[in-house]
């Protein structure tokens, strides 16, 4: 796994905002292109349950990226999510049939109620599962996380998220992610 950086840098974005899709799929471009992933091949790892409203943000976001372009492998979608029950065997494929892989690990996060419907983009590995305090394996080269409801020790937070506010987020991450794939092609990146 390669840092983009030796510093954390966080970014966020908030989602009803137009205009957020466009700084948000810019800096993605910049992201990547700040690192040589022209020997690597791109992986969007999209991490999430479709059994649970506010963890389908990955999932969701796999099903638009599915059959867009052939240059990136999209792992995670409605008909086979990646979830805490098979992530570590996914890890272990991604590694053991992919040459230099680039992840782009995306799943949902907890946060301030300030800060619900917001998209945050790091340099750093994502940490599935840390909001309903799950240990499992840190991952990506680059993560991106949807705040989708606020933080707390009550098991239903995530049962009784707004499906609004998972699709509105779904929607800027996937268009951005989008627009990423477009630009790098499109100028040679990939």
Known sequence: MRLLSTKQCKTKYFSANEQS???????????IRSCNV??????????????????CLGPLVGEQLMDYNDAYKVLGCLRAPVHALNIHQTIRSIYQSIENPFIIAIDAALGDSSHIGYVTVSNCPISPGKGV?????????????????????NAQLLQTTRLYTVMQLANCIATALKYSIDYLEDFGFL
């Open 21 to 31: 899709i466009n700084l948000l799929g810019s800096y993605i471009v910049d992201s």
């Open 38 to 55: 022209k020997d690597s091949t791109p992986v969007i790892l999209c991490i999430g349950t479709d059994r649970a409203t506010g963890d």
């Open 133 to 153: 305090n799950k240990k499992l394996p840190a991952i990506g080269d680059l993560s991106i996380t949807g705040i989708v409801n606020v933080s707390g020790q």
